[in-house]
């Protein structure tokens, strides 16, 4: 199967700038595995303000909040968000 395009939200995109060269090479990691799986399940599910079904993953240190576009064939990442113990 060839992977899902990525596609950064305003607020994914300016994490993903302030983040450190740690962080970053993180989410480079998280987001590649995202774009082999599209049909992912969350570990929880909320809707955005169009109703859209967005999937919000718990990988490593990061939730990942996405939609998925199928008919695009796109991952889009709304927003990165990193846990804290």
Do not use: C
Not at 13 to 21: K, W
Request: hydrophobic residues 50%; glycine residues 4%; proline residues 2%.
């Amino acid at each position: 199967m060839t992977p899902y395009a990525l596609a950064l939200g305003e607020e994914a995109a300016r994490r993903l700038v302030v983040a450190s060269r740690m962080e970053q090479k993180q989410l480079a990691v998280i987001l590649d595995e995202l774009k082999v799986s599209p049909f992912r399940k969350g570990d929880l599910q909320e809707r955005d303000d169009a109703l859209r079904l967005n999937e919000v993953l718990l990988l490593g240190n990061w939730l990942v909040t996405v939609w998925i576009d199928h008919a695009a064939r796109e991952i889009r990442v709304v927003r990165l968000e990193m846990v804290s113990d």
